[in-house]
């Protein structure tokens, strides 16, 4: 189980921090993701980390701003979110993610199933 908390009404160039709570031998066994949704979009995967938390990947529309982590001991993973912008509004789920290995290192990719997603929080930023 996933449950995500920290979202809330911010105002343009504000910060928040998401903090996202698994239960189980989920968290530990994999990778997570930072994801988010907006009506009628895709959802976009934003930050991803490794198991161990030693690397971590982001959407050229976050790099800079957002920085993701994770307590294993506490079985949570946190998403740090700086000088948000209008375009940050959306509803953040996190997740796992796949994982992917090339010469340019790891990078994580989206998980397109449909188990363990929760209920997301919502981060809404206004001027």
């Known amino acids: 189980q996933l449950v995500e908390s920290g979202g809330g009404l911010v105002q343009i160039g504000g910060s928040l921090r998401l903090s996202c709570a698994a239960s189980?031998?989920?968290?530990?066994?994999?990778?997570m993701g930072w994801y988010r949704q907006v009506p009628e979009k895709q959802r976009e995967l934003v930050a991803a980390?490794?198991?161990?938390?030693?690397?971590?990947t982001y959407a050229d529309s976050v790099r800079g701003r957002f920085t993701i982590s994770r307590d294993n001991d506490e079985k949570t993973v946190f998403l740090e979110m700086n000088n948000l912008k209008p375009e940050d509004t959306a509803v953040y789920y996190c997740?796992?993610?796949?994982?992917?290995?090339?010469?340019?290192?790891?990078?994580?990719?989206?998980?397109?199933?449909?188990?363990?997603w929760g209920k997301g929080t919502r981060v809404t930023v206004s001027s």
């Open positions: 997740n796992v993610i796949r994982e992917e290995y090339s010469e340019s290192g790891w990078r994580g990719l989206p998980y397109n199933g449909e188990n363990y």
């Open positions: 189980g031998s989920l968290f530990k066994l994999n990778a």
């Open positions: 980390i490794t198991r161990s938390g030693h690397e971590a």
